[in-house]
């Protein structure tokens, strides 16, 4: 079928988006951990945690909207 991508073609659309999804995962794992470590301390470091915690809830939104766009029912029709 020539109007049909090939499995090379999906898979070279497919690696456009992937570099950002290992980003995503090591920015909500350090963020978690300076979360979890700053939570154990007092004062300042309570505006720190509260930011920490904001930017991995944002990580984690942001790996769920690419899982999803990833498996979204018109992108696998193609």
Do not use: F, Q, Y
Not at 21 to 46: E, Y
Not at 52 to 59: E, I
């Amino acid at each position: 079928m020539p109007n049909s991508p090939s499995d090379k073609e999906k898979t070279m659309a497919d690696s456009s988006r992937r570099p950002a999804r290992p980003v995503l995962w090591l920015l909500l794992l350090l963020c978690a951990v300076c979360n979890a470590v700053t939570s154990m301390m007092g004062g300042i470091a309570t505006a720190v945690s509260v930011a920490a915690g904001l930017a991995a809830l944002a990580c984690g939104i942001a790996l769920v909207a690419d899982h999803r766009r990833a498996r979204s029912p018109e992108r696998t029709a193609r």
